[in-house]
Protein backbone atom coordinates (compact mmCIF):
# COMPACT_ATOMS: atom_id res chain seq x y z
CA UNK A 1 0.00 0.00 0.00
CA UNK A 2 1.48 3.63 -0.88
CA UNK A 3 1.94 5.60 2.20
CA UNK A 4 1.21 9.36 1.68
CA UNK A 5 3.91 11.69 2.10
CA UNK A 6 5.16 15.59 2.41
CA UNK A 7 8.52 16.31 1.39
CA UNK A 8 10.15 19.14 2.78
CA UNK A 9 12.49 20.41 -0.27
CA UNK A 10 13.16 20.40 -3.63
CA UNK A 11 14.68 22.67 -6.23
CA UNK A 12 11.95 21.49 -9.24
CA UNK A 13 10.68 24.79 -9.99
CA UNK A 14 14.24 25.92 -10.79
CA UNK A 15 14.64 23.24 -12.97
CA UNK A 16 11.22 24.05 -15.05
CA UNK A 17 12.56 27.51 -15.28
CA UNK A 18 15.39 26.17 -17.26
CA UNK A 19 13.57 24.06 -19.44
CA UNK A 20 12.68 24.71 -23.24
CA UNK A 21 8.74 24.33 -24.34
CA UNK A 22 5.60 24.74 -22.04
CA UNK A 23 6.61 24.07 -18.49
CA UNK A 24 3.31 23.14 -17.24
CA UNK A 25 2.70 20.75 -19.64
CA UNK A 26 6.10 19.33 -19.30
CA UNK A 27 5.16 18.60 -15.20
CA UNK A 28 1.72 17.90 -15.70
CA UNK A 29 2.52 14.90 -18.61
CA UNK A 30 5.97 14.05 -17.02
CA UNK A 31 9.38 15.50 -17.78
CA UNK A 32 12.14 12.38 -17.25
CA UNK A 33 15.04 15.14 -16.54
CA UNK A 34 13.69 16.23 -13.53
CA UNK A 35 13.15 14.27 -9.99
CA UNK A 36 9.56 15.33 -9.48
CA UNK A 37 6.84 15.51 -12.46
CA UNK A 38 3.38 15.04 -11.64
CA UNK A 39 2.94 11.50 -12.98
CA UNK A 40 5.64 9.90 -10.92
CA UNK A 41 4.54 12.07 -7.83
CA UNK A 42 1.26 10.53 -8.01
CA UNK A 43 2.43 7.02 -8.73
CA UNK A 44 5.31 7.20 -5.43
CA UNK A 45 2.62 8.49 -3.26
CA UNK A 46 3.67 12.15 -3.07
CA UNK A 47 1.01 14.52 -1.47
CA UNK A 48 2.62 17.46 -1.64
CA UNK A 49 5.91 19.26 -0.51
CA UNK A 50 7.67 22.79 0.06
CA UNK A 51 8.88 23.95 -3.60
CA UNK A 52 11.42 26.60 -3.62
CA UNK A 53 12.03 29.09 -5.70
CA UNK A 54 15.62 29.60 -5.41
CA UNK A 55 16.93 32.78 -6.91
CA UNK A 56 20.46 30.75 -8.89
CA UNK A 57 24.01 32.63 -8.72
CA UNK A 58 25.15 34.39 -11.81
CA UNK A 59 26.40 32.06 -14.32
CA UNK A 60 29.96 31.66 -15.89
CA UNK A 61 31.76 34.74 -15.33
CA UNK A 62 35.13 33.99 -13.03
CA UNK A 63 34.32 36.13 -10.17
CA UNK A 64 30.68 34.46 -9.77
CA UNK A 65 32.20 30.78 -9.68
CA UNK A 66 33.01 30.28 -5.84
CA UNK A 67 35.84 27.84 -4.92
CA UNK A 68 33.77 25.41 -3.19
CA UNK A 69 36.87 23.09 -1.99
CA UNK A 70 37.86 26.02 -0.04
CA UNK A 71 34.70 27.00 1.24
CA UNK A 72 34.26 29.77 -0.49
CA UNK A 73 31.02 31.57 -0.33
CA UNK A 74 29.18 32.70 -4.21
CA UNK A 75 28.83 36.22 -4.42
CA UNK A 76 25.71 38.20 -3.33
CA UNK A 77 23.17 38.44 -6.04
CA UNK A 78 21.33 41.91 -6.55
CA UNK A 79 17.56 42.44 -5.83
CA UNK A 80 17.05 42.93 -9.61
CA UNK A 81 18.18 39.56 -10.59
CA UNK A 82 17.05 37.48 -7.82
CA UNK A 83 13.50 39.37 -8.43
CA UNK A 84 13.31 38.35 -12.29
CA UNK A 85 14.60 34.84 -11.30
CA UNK A 86 12.02 34.39 -8.28
CA UNK A 87 8.91 35.74 -10.90
CA UNK A 88 10.02 32.93 -13.24
CA UNK A 89 9.51 30.05 -10.95
CA UNK A 90 6.50 31.60 -9.58
CA UNK A 91 5.22 32.04 -12.54
CA UNK A 92 5.61 28.73 -13.31
CA UNK A 93 3.78 27.35 -10.35
CA UNK A 94 1.02 29.45 -10.77
CA UNK A 95 0.45 28.26 -14.45
CA UNK A 96 0.62 24.78 -13.35
CA UNK A 97 -1.83 25.34 -11.01
CA UNK A 98 -3.86 27.04 -13.34
CA UNK A 99 -3.71 23.85 -15.51
CA UNK A 100 -4.57 21.73 -13.10
CA UNK A 101 -1.11 20.12 -12.28
CA UNK A 102 -0.91 21.27 -8.33
CA UNK A 103 -2.68 23.74 -5.87
CA UNK A 104 -0.67 26.21 -4.10
CA UNK A 105 -1.36 25.62 -0.58
CA UNK A 106 -1.38 28.73 2.28
CA UNK A 107 -2.67 26.94 5.14
CA UNK A 108 -3.03 23.35 6.45
CA UNK A 109 -6.76 22.88 6.10
CA UNK A 110 -5.90 23.43 1.48
CA UNK A 111 -3.32 20.99 2.12
CA UNK A 112 -5.89 18.63 3.47
CA UNK A 113 -8.35 19.82 0.86
CA UNK A 114 -5.75 19.45 -2.14
CA UNK A 115 -5.15 15.84 -0.89
CA UNK A 116 -9.59 15.28 -1.02
CA UNK A 117 -9.39 15.95 -3.83
CA UNK A 118 -6.10 14.36 -4.75
CA UNK A 119 -4.35 17.16 -6.21
CA UNK A 120 -0.54 17.84 -5.65
CA UNK A 121 -0.33 20.44 -2.60
CA UNK A 122 2.83 22.79 -3.38
CA UNK A 123 3.52 25.68 -0.74
CA UNK A 124 5.82 28.01 -2.30
CA UNK A 125 9.00 28.96 -0.52
CA UNK A 126 12.18 30.96 -1.17
CA UNK A 127 15.04 29.50 -0.36
CA UNK A 128 17.28 32.79 0.10
CA UNK A 129 15.55 36.53 0.61
CA UNK A 130 17.35 38.20 -2.10
CA UNK A 131 13.94 39.00 -3.98
CA UNK A 132 12.71 40.52 -0.90
CA UNK A 133 13.58 44.57 -0.44
CA UNK A 134 13.94 46.14 2.91
CA UNK A 135 10.75 47.73 2.43
CA UNK A 136 9.36 44.84 2.16
CA UNK A 137 7.43 45.29 -0.49
CA UNK A 138 8.18 42.10 -2.51
CA UNK A 139 7.20 40.18 0.41
CA UNK A 140 3.68 41.66 0.55
CA UNK A 141 3.05 40.56 -3.63
CA UNK A 142 4.68 37.47 -3.04
CA UNK A 143 2.50 36.78 -0.09
CA UNK A 144 -0.36 37.57 -1.98
CA UNK A 145 0.63 34.99 -4.78
CA UNK A 146 1.18 32.43 -2.09
CA UNK A 147 4.10 32.58 -0.37
CA UNK A 148 4.40 30.67 2.83
CA UNK A 149 7.91 29.89 3.52
CA UNK A 150 10.87 31.62 3.45
CA UNK A 151 14.85 30.78 4.07
CA UNK A 152 16.80 33.64 5.07
CA UNK A 153 19.91 32.57 2.73
CA UNK A 154 21.08 29.97 0.99
CA UNK A 155 24.74 29.16 1.51
CA UNK A 156 25.90 32.95 0.77
CA UNK A 157 25.64 36.01 2.24
CA UNK A 158 22.62 38.33 1.99
CA UNK A 159 21.29 42.26 3.31
CA UNK A 160 19.41 39.77 5.89
CA UNK A 161 21.79 36.92 6.93
CA UNK A 162 25.08 34.32 6.16
CA UNK A 163 24.79 31.24 4.78
CA UNK A 164 27.13 28.58 5.56
CA UNK A 165 29.38 27.76 2.48
CA UNK A 166 29.80 24.00 1.40
CA UNK A 167 32.49 22.88 3.58
CA UNK A 168 33.29 19.41 5.01
CA UNK A 169 34.49 18.64 7.75
CA UNK A 170 33.25 22.06 9.37
CA UNK A 171 30.73 23.19 11.50
CA UNK A 172 28.53 26.46 10.80
CA UNK A 173 30.02 28.47 13.37
CA UNK A 174 31.32 30.57 9.81
CA UNK A 175 30.51 34.56 9.91
CA UNK A 176 27.96 37.01 11.10
CA UNK A 177 24.39 36.93 12.86
CA UNK A 178 21.01 38.18 11.14
CA UNK A 179 21.31 42.04 10.04
CA UNK A 180 18.83 44.22 11.80
CA UNK A 181 17.19 43.91 8.48
CA UNK A 182 16.87 40.05 9.12
CA UNK A 183 15.91 40.45 12.56
CA UNK A 184 13.07 42.52 11.06
CA UNK A 185 11.53 40.14 8.33
CA UNK A 186 11.83 36.80 11.17
CA UNK A 187 9.20 39.34 13.13
CA UNK A 188 7.31 39.97 9.92
CA UNK A 189 6.86 36.93 8.69
CA UNK A 190 6.06 35.29 12.09
CA UNK A 191 3.23 37.64 12.36
CA UNK A 192 1.69 36.92 8.40
CA UNK A 193 1.93 33.21 9.44
CA UNK A 194 5.34 32.41 6.97
CA UNK A 195 7.48 30.32 8.07
CA UNK A 196 11.03 30.56 8.60
CA UNK A 197 13.43 27.28 7.71
CA UNK A 198 16.68 27.62 9.28
CA UNK A 199 18.56 25.56 6.55
CA UNK A 200 21.05 26.96 4.98
CA UNK A 201 21.80 29.53 7.70
CA UNK A 202 25.27 29.68 9.83
CA UNK A 203 25.04 29.46 13.54
CA UNK A 204 25.31 33.10 14.46
CA UNK A 205 22.07 33.58 12.76
CA UNK A 206 20.23 30.27 13.99
CA UNK A 207 20.71 31.68 17.51
CA UNK A 208 19.22 34.98 16.18
CA UNK A 209 16.00 33.07 15.24
CA UNK A 210 16.12 31.10 17.73
CA UNK A 211 16.24 34.16 19.95
CA UNK A 212 13.70 36.53 18.09
CA UNK A 213 10.99 34.07 16.53
CA UNK A 214 8.00 32.93 18.68
CA UNK A 215 6.98 29.93 16.37
CA UNK A 216 8.92 26.55 16.20
CA UNK A 217 12.39 26.36 14.81
CA UNK A 218 12.50 24.53 11.49
CA UNK A 219 15.06 23.02 9.24
CA UNK A 220 13.46 22.02 6.26
CA UNK A 221 16.29 19.98 4.67
CA UNK A 222 19.40 19.24 7.02
CA UNK A 223 20.78 16.63 8.65
CA UNK A 224 22.75 15.24 11.62
CA UNK A 225 26.21 16.67 11.74
CA UNK A 226 27.39 14.16 14.53
CA UNK A 227 27.42 11.29 11.52
CA UNK A 228 28.05 13.40 8.71
CA UNK A 229 30.30 16.53 9.44
CA UNK A 230 29.05 18.90 7.00
CA UNK A 231 28.89 22.71 7.46
CA UNK A 232 24.77 22.32 6.26
CA UNK A 233 24.22 19.79 9.25
CA UNK A 234 22.75 20.91 12.49
CA UNK A 235 24.99 19.94 15.31
CA UNK A 236 23.85 18.74 19.02
CA UNK A 237 23.09 22.05 20.57
CA UNK A 238 21.03 22.95 17.01
CA UNK A 239 19.18 19.77 17.68
CA UNK A 240 18.60 20.62 21.49
CA UNK A 241 17.24 23.80 20.66
CA UNK A 242 14.82 23.10 17.31
CA UNK A 243 13.14 20.30 20.06
CA UNK A 244 12.84 22.98 23.19
CA UNK A 245 10.56 25.02 20.33
CA UNK A 246 8.46 21.84 19.76
CA UNK A 247 10.08 22.51 16.18
CA UNK A 248 11.10 20.02 13.19
CA UNK A 249 13.59 18.95 10.93
CA UNK A 250 13.44 17.65 7.25
CA UNK A 251 16.25 14.55 6.56
CA UNK A 252 17.70 15.65 3.07
CA UNK A 253 18.51 12.83 1.11
CA UNK A 254 22.08 14.23 -0.66
CA UNK A 255 24.71 11.74 -0.49
CA UNK A 256 27.36 14.64 0.92
CA UNK A 257 25.07 15.87 3.71
CA UNK A 258 24.30 11.89 4.34
CA UNK A 259 27.98 10.27 3.99
CA UNK A 260 30.13 9.68 6.68
CA UNK A 261 32.99 10.85 4.69
CA UNK A 262 31.36 13.68 3.11
CA UNK A 263 31.67 12.41 -0.43
CA UNK A 264 29.40 13.26 -3.16
CA UNK A 265 28.70 9.79 -4.65
CA UNK A 266 25.68 8.13 -6.19
CA UNK A 267 26.66 4.76 -4.57
CA UNK A 268 25.33 5.38 -0.92
CA UNK A 269 23.28 3.25 0.63
CA UNK A 270 19.66 3.99 2.00
CA UNK A 271 20.53 2.62 5.62
CA UNK A 272 22.20 5.64 5.64
CA UNK A 273 19.38 7.66 5.76
CA UNK A 274 18.05 5.71 8.44
CA UNK A 275 20.82 6.25 10.52
CA UNK A 276 19.85 10.20 10.26
CA UNK A 277 16.67 9.50 10.45
CA UNK A 278 17.21 7.28 13.67
CA UNK A 279 19.09 10.24 14.80
CA UNK A 280 16.88 12.73 14.31
CA UNK A 281 13.93 10.55 16.39
CA UNK A 282 16.35 10.56 19.07
CA UNK A 283 16.58 14.06 19.37
CA UNK A 284 13.85 15.82 18.56
CA UNK A 285 10.74 13.28 19.21
CA UNK A 286 8.03 11.36 17.02
CA UNK A 287 6.90 14.74 16.12
CA UNK A 288 10.18 16.31 14.91
CA UNK A 289 11.02 14.42 12.14
CA UNK A 290 10.12 14.91 8.29
CA UNK A 291 11.17 14.45 5.07
CA UNK A 292 13.18 17.30 2.54
CA UNK A 293 14.71 15.36 0.00
CA UNK A 294 16.24 18.14 -1.96
CA UNK A 295 14.88 16.58 -5.53
CA UNK A 296 16.34 18.36 -8.13
CA UNK A 297 18.75 20.14 -6.02
CA UNK A 298 21.66 17.82 -5.17
CA UNK A 299 23.18 14.14 -6.21
CA UNK A 300 20.80 11.60 -4.55
CA UNK A 301 21.37 7.98 -3.49
CA UNK A 302 21.28 5.64 -6.86
CA UNK A 303 18.56 3.27 -4.82
CA UNK A 304 16.44 6.69 -4.59
CA UNK A 305 17.07 7.92 -8.04
CA UNK A 306 13.60 10.44 -8.06
CA UNK A 307 10.57 10.97 -6.06
CA UNK A 308 9.13 7.00 -7.17
CA UNK A 309 12.32 6.28 -4.88
CA UNK A 310 10.68 7.91 -1.68
CA UNK A 311 8.61 4.68 -0.91
CA UNK A 312 11.81 2.20 -0.59
CA UNK A 313 13.14 4.85 2.50
CA UNK A 314 9.60 4.68 4.04
CA UNK A 315 9.60 0.71 3.52
CA UNK A 316 13.10 0.42 5.04
CA UNK A 317 11.70 2.41 8.10
CA UNK A 318 9.05 -0.21 8.29
CA UNK A 319 11.49 -2.69 8.03
CA UNK A 320 13.77 -1.11 10.85
CA UNK A 321 10.66 -1.57 13.02
CA UNK A 322 9.16 1.63 12.96
CA UNK A 323 5.54 1.02 13.08
CA UNK A 324 3.02 1.77 10.62
CA UNK A 325 1.95 5.03 12.74
CA UNK A 326 5.35 7.03 12.71
CA UNK A 327 6.49 6.22 9.33
CA UNK A 328 2.82 7.85 8.54
CA UNK A 329 3.76 11.07 10.60
CA UNK A 330 7.26 11.20 9.20
CA UNK A 331 6.25 10.41 5.78
CA UNK A 332 3.35 13.26 5.72
CA UNK A 333 1.52 14.36 9.40
CA UNK A 334 4.34 15.89 11.01
CA UNK A 335 4.64 18.23 8.29
CA UNK A 336 0.88 19.11 7.61
CA UNK A 337 0.98 19.67 11.53
CA UNK A 338 3.99 21.89 11.59
CA UNK A 339 2.49 23.63 8.74
CA UNK A 340 -0.94 24.78 10.61
CA UNK A 341 1.34 25.89 13.61
CA UNK A 342 3.65 27.89 11.72
CA UNK A 343 1.19 29.37 8.83
CA UNK A 344 -2.14 28.40 9.85
ZN1 LIG B 1 19.09 23.91 -0.11
Known amino acids: MTIPFFDGHNDTLLKLMEAKGDRATLFIEGMPEVDIDLPRAKA ?30 PPELGLADAQASTMAMMGCALQIERAGGMAICRSAAEIDAAGESGTLAAVLHIEGAEAIDTDFNALEVLYAAGLRSIGLVWSRANTYASGVPFRFPSDAE ?32 FRDVAAISDKPLVATHSNVHAICAHSRNLM ?14 GVNYATGFLRPDGQWLKNTEIEIMVRHVDALVAALGEDGVALGSDFDGAMLPAPIGDVTGVPKLLQALLDKGYGDELVRKIAMDNWRNMIARTIG
Not at 197 to 203: E, G, I, P, T, V
Not at 239 to 245: M, N, T, V
Open 174 to 205: IGPGLSDAGKALVRSCNGMGVMIDLSHLNAAG
Open 236 to 249: AWQLAAIAESGGIV
Open 44 to 73: AGMAGGFFAMFPPPLKDTVATTPNYSKGEL
